[in-house]
Structure formats: structure tokens, C-alpha cells
């Protein structure tokens, strides 16, 4: 079974640093997504970035961005320039492609990390 | 906002009692997937609906059981409630099963047992 590890229950950066959040994951399959999801104290949650297995280049949206290792099984979301609106409990999630073990579709958590911003 | 509808957004009721949890996906999405945050488990996957059929189903209790209507609305229904299910139900919705076909969440029910 797929697992995902947040190592970092939480963080901290100063505002308009730069933070990296870090996510590991376990699956024996070659083709997947992961997702990073932001959820603020209203409880929404919220897709920041995702990415394709297939894909080399690391996705990048706004000031988010990941660095994917997939020999590693590394996906971390690097928040540059930190607002005090990022501050947010930040969870990675993966997805298989296919339908193992009637997982088809659904999104695996990690516990989360919980990110604050000082001003 | 995601166009997820979920309703009540909280629900405060006793142990032993039976609640229902309404979501209504996007308009166009034909799957629906329950999700369970709680504190200590995290977020757990409960069940997914694709056009009206279950299509997988993850940690859930035999309590608790769910359905997707004709016109996509979905209810997950908690009986027999224990306090330890106490957490925040989310609903989400994607267009397909496919893995590249996004989930949008709603904002939650926060079910408290006391």
C-alpha cells in the first residue's frame, strides 16, 4: 500500500523568507500524481501545486514550487517569498493511476505540516 | 470556491444517534469521494461514488454507509455514533476517476458527539 511521511509536524519562516516543506512517499508503482493542499483555519482545502510522475520538470505555480525526486520519493513544496496568508496547515497527497486494491482515484494524506509566518 | 456544496457545516448530536451528510459535487463531476480528518488519524478516505456506483471504498465503518442520487448528490449517512466519531467529513468531487482528473473539496461538516 502507498504511504505518504510529513516528517515535520511544524515550521516556521519569517515573512518574504523562503521555506521548504518536506514529503516522502512509498509505492512500487511508475505512474502517479502527487499534490501539495493548503488548509487555512477556515478549513477549506485548497490544491496549491501537483504533479506528474512522468514528468521531470518540477511544477511551479506563483511563488510554490516543488522539487520532485522520484528515486527518491521526495516531493517538497519550496513557498517563496512567505505571506502572512500562507499560514496554513500544508498537506502532500498521492494518487495512484491505476486501481489497486480499490484505491482507483482517491487521494493518500500525509499527517500535514503545520506552517506559520511571523511577521 | 469550489463549487463543492457540503451541508449542515456543523452538527452537534448525541452517541447513539444517526446523522446524514449532504454534498453536492460540481456541476459536470460524476464522482464523489468522503473523506474523515480527525486529530489523531489525519485524513482518512471513506468512499468514492462514480455516476451512482461505488467504486472504492476505504476505512469505513460499517456504521456508516453512503449513496450518490441521480442527480449526483451524495449523503453519507453515521449511525450508532460513537465520540470518537467526532472530526471534519469532507466531500470532494472530480470530473473522472482518472488520477489527472483533479479533486475539489468543500469546506467540511464538523460533526461533534457528545
Known amino acids: 500500500a502507498q504511504t505518504v511521511t510529513q516528517s515535520q509536524p511544524e515550521m516556521s519562516v519569517q515573512e518574504a523568507e523562503t521555506v521548504t516543506l518536506s514529503c516522502t512517499y512509498d509505492?512500487?508503482?511508475?505512474?502517479?500524481?502527487l499534490f501539495w493542499y493548503k488548509q487555512p483555519p477556515s478549513r477549506q482545502m485548497i490544491l496549491v501545486i501537483r504533479?506528474?510522475?512522468?514528468?521531470?520538470q518540477n511544477a511551479t505555480e506563483n511563488r510554490f514550487s516543488v522539487n520532485f525526486q522520484k528515486a527518491a520519493k521526495s516531493f517538497s513544496l519550496k513557498i517563496s517569498d512567505s505571506q502572512l496568508g500562507d499560514a496554513a496547515m500544508y498537506f502532500c497527497?498521492?494518487?495512484?493511476?491505476?486501481?489497486?486494491?480499490?484505491?482507483?482515484?482517491?487521494?493518500?494524506f500525509g499527517k500535514g505540516t503545520k506552517l506559520s509566518v511571523k511577521p | 470556491d469550489s463549487g463543492v456544496t457540503q451541508t449542515p457545516k456543523h452538527l452537534i448530536t448525541a452517541t447513539g444517534q444517526r446523522v446524514t451528510l449532504r454534498c453536492s459535487p460540481r456541476?459536470?463531476?460524476?464522482?464523489v469521494y468522503w473523506y474523515q480528518q480527525s486529530l489523531d488519524q489525519g485524513l482518512q478516505f471513506l468512499i468514492q461514488?462514480?455516476?451512482?456506483?461505488?467504486?472504492a471504498k476505504g476505512n469505513i465503518l460499517e456504521r456508516f454507509s453512503a449513496q450518490q442520487f441521480p442527480d449526483l448528490h451524495s449523503e453519507l449517512n453515521l449511525s450508532s455514533l460513537e465520540l470518537g466519531d467526532s472530526a471534519l467529513y469532507f466531500c470532494?468531487?472530480?470530473?473522472?476517476?482518472?488520477?489527472?482528473?483533479?479533486?475539489?473539496f468543500g469546506n467540511g461538516t464538523r460533526l461533534t458527539v457528545t
Open positions: 470532494a468531487s472530480s470530473l473522472r476517476t482518472a488520477y489527472n482528473s483533479p479533486l475539489h
Open positions: 497527497a498521492y494518487r495512484s493511476a491505476g486501481n489497486y486494491g480499490g484505491s482507483q482515484g482517491n487521494l493518500i
Open positions: 456541476s459536470g463531476d460524476l464522482s
Open positions: 504533479q506528474e510522475a512522468y514528468k521531470q
Open positions: 461514488y462514480y455516476n451512482g456506483e461505488e467504486r
Open positions: 509505492t512500487s508503482e511508475s505512474d502517479y500524481y
